[in-house]
């Protein structure tokens, strides 16, 4: 991972409920050490209750802000994180929809692990990329356009927007090294 983020601001996107802890607390630790500002913003301003392996309680994040009230403009990517109870409930958040498209109609990065593709699945932003997920996603990503692989890290730049999606906790530092290629790189 490059030890320089300095300047770089992501947006991280959850719910108060079901945020698989590794998934969320891993990648923004870690690019927060390399320099970059990382804002949360969440349904509500409520402590982000996480979970490890959907179902044992886990750490309690403190958001930076509501979703609702998120400018998703100032931001060089975009990151959702999974847990099954918290993708399943952002993906019918308008809110959260409004900031995937925003990230893809301007160009830049948007990056998923494990069930966080739910929410590009209903931004209908997957069509004809290449991404992986858990598996149980890869009928909802494959009926939505999308190409569907068993890999643990999948970088797509097709359609003038680069997707980066990994599958389990277990992928979590290919998932952050090419996150952090990313945003050197841009």
Known sequence: MTDDLGGRRILVIVTNYGVEQDELVMPV??????GATVDIAAVSTDPVRTLVGDKDPGEAVRPSLPLSD????GYDLLLVPGGTLNADTLR???AATRIVRSFTTTGRPVAAI?????????????RDKTLTSYPSLRTDIRNAGGSWVDEPVVKDGQG???LITSRTP?????????VSEE???A
């Open 160 to 162: 003038g927007w680069t």
């Open 70 to 73: 998120t400018d998703p403009g």
């Open 170 to 178: 277990r992928d979590l530092d290919a998932f952050v090294g090419a």
């Open 92 to 94: 019918l958040q308008d």
């Open 114 to 126: 494990c069930h966080g593709p739910w929410v590009l699945v209903e931004s209908d932003v997957v």
């Open 183 to 185: 945003l050197s790189a």
């Open 29 to 34: 630790r870690r690019m927060r050490a390399a």
